[in-house]
């Protein structure tokens, strides 16, 4: 496969209500631990009641759960607050490769009270940047309902 060099990437987790969530970027080069690309990936550092690294998506954003959680302090909770109000947890990682590596985005979910077909809406989404300035933007893997 002829893979092309990532100059930077969004990770939006972008989510409905009642939902919980991870998330984890590594470099496919060495999937440990260690080549965690992302900041805070377990969302433990805290700052002013928000994760450290992260932000809030849309007007939605998040809180931090201390009691439903994957493993560890907290996970982001996105609840449903009005129609067409978007939710999620987000980070920007620049990786400025100088040869082209596959990455590999994973993300733990749970949700309450989500309905319907798995799609876009409640999904991990990413954005991505080649080097070259060529966007491939809204790339997602929906969690089950």
């Known amino acids: 496969m002829n893979y092309r060099a990532l100059v930077g990437l ?11 969530a991870r998330v984890w970027l590594k470099s496919m080069r060495d999937v440990k631990a260690t080549n965690q690309l992302l900041r805070n990936p377990g969302i433990e550092q805290v700052t002013k009641g928000k ?3 992260w932000f809030g998506w849309s007007k939605g954003g ?21 129609q067409g109000i978007q939710h999620g947890i987000g980070q920007t990682v620049t990786l400025h490769q100088k ?7 994973r993300a733990w ?4 009270g989500v309905s319907g ?18 966007p491939l933007w809204g790339q997602t ?5």
């Open 10 to 20: 969004l990770t939006l987790l972008v989510l409905s209500q009642g939902c919980y």
């Open 51 to 53: 994760a450290a690294g």
């Open 62 to 82: 998040y809180v931090l759960d201390g009691q439903v959680k994957h493993s560890g302090r907290y996970s982001a909770r996105c609840e449903y607050t009005g």
């Open 99 to 105: 040869v082209p590596v596959p990455i590999l985005a």
């Open 109 to 112: 979910s749970k949700a309450e």
């Open 117 to 134: 077909a798995p799609d876009n809406n409640y999904s991990l989404y990413l954005d991505l940047e080649y080097v070259d300035g060529t």
């Open 141 to 145: 893997a929906p969690f089950s309902t």
